[in-house]
């Protein structure tokens, strides 16, 4: 059954047009990222603590509010539109939410709806988030070995990831792998993992580890320098900068012999500010200009004090006026707490 909040949507769509979300830098905001839940059904090492307190159901914006708030910010310019978790397919009834957000890919407002997932849940909804218009979704997978990839989801299984994966590519689905770069811990297995991929005409991203957060392990141990990543990689292959976007963080550069894409993605060792369009809201409605800033905007307020939008749009002004130029990540020595307190699960991934 469609949300209510369609007709909403409707009337919301048909308002004289919004000024789009410009910062103070003059950067555009086109592209939102939106937590559906704190909750997950893994608890990756570079994550989660392995016994989390996630947030009570009543703090969470229902299916009908998230659906208000994201056509808030289509009506305001943005153009691509993510939804991530903690794990977003583990959200009952998230595909209510899909279906009704896909008609504004079906008016043109909007030009991509997709998500992060870690694929545990992909074999079960991937024809209907392709039946929705998701075209393109991003997998977090990290390692192909069974029973590291156990350890470093602490109970995921690899087997149902891949599963995923095959159902999410015959319901054609493009996947892009997101894999985290872990010192000690998948380093060697960074090659394969790209050949794997790359047979497959998927695309690989890898990630620095972020200071996010809590989590019982050691941020130094785990960090390992795409620099040095990039460095080993050239040793093997011929890697060539390229000109691709695909509207997020990641710097690109194809490799001749796997005939293949890869990004990185530099937090730490070389921030990627200068240009970003990006906003983050988690499932309880705060809005965080910058994944590596404090500063945030509550919207849940907004949302509920009134059926009007106008409060909430003078929320949002306010907000991206404050968007920081950049983040100021560091990881610099044992036993320094997370830069952050939160975590990736409760921000958006």
């Not at 397919?89 to 998230?94: E, P, T």
């Given at each position: 059954m469609a949300l209510e909040?369609?007709?909403?949507?409707?009337?919301?769509?048909?308002?004289p047009t919004r000024a789009p979300l410009v910062d103070t830098f003059g950067r555009a905001v086109s592209y939102l990222r939106v937590s559906v839940t704190d909750r997950c059904d893994f608890r990756c090492v570079y994550c989660m603590a392995e016994h989390m307190t996630f947030l009570p159901k009543p703090e969470l914006l229902t299916l009908e509010e998230l659906d208000r708030l994201c056509s808030a910010f289509v009506v305001r310019g943005v153009k691509k539109l993510r939804l991530t978790g903690g794990e977003p397919?583990?959200?009952?009834?998230?595909m209510t939410l899909f279906r009704s957000l896909s008609r504004h890919l079906d008016s043109g407002a909007l030009e991509e709806l997709t998500l992060t997932t870690n694929?545990?849940?992909?074999?079960?909804?991937?024809?209907?988030?392709?039946?929705?218009?998701?075209?393109?979704?991003?997998?977090?997978?990290d390692t192909l070995d069974p029973a590291k990839f156990r350890a470093l989801t602490r109970w995921g299984d690899l087997g149902k990831v891949l599963a995923g994966i095959d159902a999410a590519q015959a319901a054609g689905i493009k996947v892009k792998l997101n894999a985290v770069a872990l010192r000690g811990d998948n380093e060697d297995e960074i090659p394969g993992l790209i050949e794997w991929?790359?047979?497959?005409?998927?695309?690989?991203?890898l990630i620095e580890v972020m200071p996010l957060g809590e989590t019982g392990a050691e941020r130094l141990d785990q960090y390992l320098p795409l620099s040095t990543v990039r460095a080993r990689l050239e040793q093997r292959w011929s890697l060539s900068d390229i000109d691709y976007r695909t509207g997020g963080p990641a710097r690109y550069v194809s490799i001749a012999e796997t005939g293949g894409r890869l990004g990185f993605i530099t937090p730490l060792t070389h921030n990627f500010c200068e240009g970003c369009n990006r906003v983050r809201v988690t499932c309880t409605g705060t809005l965080y200009m910058c994944l590596g800033q404090e500063d945030a905007a509550d919207l849940r307020a907004?949302?509920?004090a009134s059926e009007s939008d106008e409060a909430l749009h003078a929320v949002l002004d306010?907000?991206?006026f404050r968007k920081p130029k950049g983040h100021d990540f560091v990881i610099d020595r044992p036993g320094r707490p997370p830069a952050l307190r939160r975590h990736m699960s409760v921000t958006g991934g």
């Open positions: 909040s369609e007709k909403r949507i409707d009337l919301a769509l048909r308002e397919l583990v959200r009952r009834d998230v694929g545990s849940q992909l074999a079960r909804f991937a024809s209907e988030l392709a039946e929705c218009g998701v075209k393109r979704i991003n997998v977090s997978l991929a790359h047979g497959r005409g998927m695309d690989v991203s907004p949302l509920r306010d907000a991206i």
